[in-house]
């Protein structure tokens, strides 16, 4: 077998977030070598907690867990309880938690990238990117161990927002993190809003899953019964498309585009500004996927968990 994938999730579960770290702990080819949490669709003390839970479902205690940010680099934000539930996890009492956190998401972060080789860690960033950028700013040299980041963010379509009409989530709550975060120049691939949709999932695929006795798959299923309502049609689910195009990056349209993230103050802030064909070829972006054999490689993973 091919090396493994070291990978550091940084993330605020958030029920997407729990199928993207189910996903990559019934992954073999990764190794997760941190999770770090940070607040956005709950508060922080939430995230932490659901991380711990959840890798304990999944029988990884051992990953270390570092709480990190509870609040974005400028102001305030606005947690999306409606959508997650007020707990996170849409109401799905978890078993309580085997594993006990480790120290701050910050420095966490520094010390595994500092003593990592070059290029040598793939940092999957699924919420707000308030932790790396905080990280980045007091040590600009430990990018130089990221080798890739990959990002559930942005909309390919300037007004096509989730939470504003230009921006979505992630990125609106700080603009100022993931402008950061990109201009410390490391290789990028993006996966917007757009490609989340095409791969959305409906309540037959949701039955596919409860159908699979295990579980996390029980437990992921029970989430999604609450997080498929706020959806008028399929439910997009965005942050394992992150894992996935690490698994199967043949399953994505990934395209060369440069960046600018609006980190202004401005009705417009968090917008991402991609343009196709432009920049270095550093940067790409999932235009679109083969949805169907997406949703089937998270369906048969989660199988196996
Ligand atoms: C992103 O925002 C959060 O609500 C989800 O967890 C996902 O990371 C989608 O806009
Ligand atoms: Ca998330």
Request: net charge negative.
């Amino acid at each position: 077998m091919a090396a493994k994938r070291s990978i550091v999730v940084d993330t605020d579960p958030g029920i997407d977030d729990a199928l993207a770290i189910f996903l990559a702990c019934a992954s073999p080819e990764l190794d997760i070598r941190a999770i770090t949490t940070v607040a956005g669709n709950v508060g922080i003390n939430r995230t932490t907690r659901n991380a711990l839970q959840l890798i304990g479902l999944a029988g990884r205690s051992g990953i270390p867990v570092h709480r990190g940010a509870d609040r974005p680099l400028r102001g305030t934000w606005t947690t999306i309880e409606d959508i997650h539930g007020q707990n996170g996890l849409g109401g799905v009492t978890l078993p309580g938690a085997t594993g006990a956190e480790s120290g701050p998401a910050v420095d966490a972060l520094i010390a595994l990238l500092g003593s990592a080789g070059p290029d040598s860690i793939t940092m999957v960033l699924i919420g707000p990117q308030t932790n790396l950028a905080l990280a980045l700013r007091r040590k600009p040299e430990i990018a130089r161990a990221i080798g890739e980041i990959v990002v559930m963010g942005g909309s390919l379509d300037p007004a096509g927002g989730n939470t504003t009409r230009f921006a979505e989530f992630n990125i609106h709550v700080d603009p100022l993190a993931a402008e950061i975060v990109l201009k410390a120049g490391r290789p990028m691939i993006w996966a917007p809003l757009e490609v989340a949709r095409q791969a959305s999932i409906d309540p037959l695929w949701l039955d596919l899953l409860r159908a699979v006795d295990r579980p996390c798959a029980a437990a992921a299923a029970d989430m999604l019964d609450f997080y498929i309502r706020s959806f008028s049609r399929g439910a997009a689910l965005y942050d394992p498309l992150t894992i996935l195009a690490l698994l199967a990056p043949e399953l994505f349209d990934l395209r060369a585009v440069a960046l600018e993230i609006d980190a202004s103050e401005t009705e417009t802030a968090g917008q991402t500004r991609f343009r196709p064909g432009a920049g270095d070829g550093r940067i790409r972006v999932a235009a679109s996927c083969k949805a169907d054999r997406v949703r089937t490689l998270l369906l048969d993973r989660l199988a196996a968990l």
